[in-house]
């Protein structure tokens, strides 16, 4: 089943707050009306996931259908992070987008050798930014089928 885009949840994992501010003036720019929610490092976005710790009141409610992920970051970075979430039953269907500043070719290969769905590097001006999120979104939203998340 197919669900509609304005219910689907995004979650952003990145540990610099302007960049979560970017996103989320990007999203209104872009007019979305997706919620987007945040978390500040792996270790955070696990606990957020399994509805753990500072996040147990979540329990029962639907878990995001896209998840921005950024590679660099204290504490569990987006490769470690990315690693757990690939191989677990409960969150491997859900579309991860890498959102970095990181161009190493290193970075790129080993993200999709880990089941990264997309790897993109952060634009520079914000107009870039919300072309690039009209573009995320319409292709995970509108244009391919997504699993529903429970």
Known sequence: MVENHSV??????????????LITDALQEARLANPIDFTSNGRELLQYLNREGDYAALEGQPLPGLILLDLNMPIMDGRE???VLKNDEKFKSIPVIVLTTSKAEEDVARSY???????VIKPVSFASLVEM???ITD??????????VK
Do not use: R
Not at 8 to 21: A, E, K, R, S, W
Not at 139 to 148: D, E, G, I, S, T
């Open 8 to 21: 689907i949840t995004i979650h952003m994992c990145d540990d610099d707050p302007d960049d979560q501010l």
């Open 81 to 83: 992070v990315l690693k």
């Open 113 to 119: 050798d880990m089941g990264v769905n997309s790897f």
């Open 133 to 135: 999120i009209q573009s």
């Open 139 to 148: 292709y995970w939203f509108n244009v391919v089928a997504l699993p529903k």
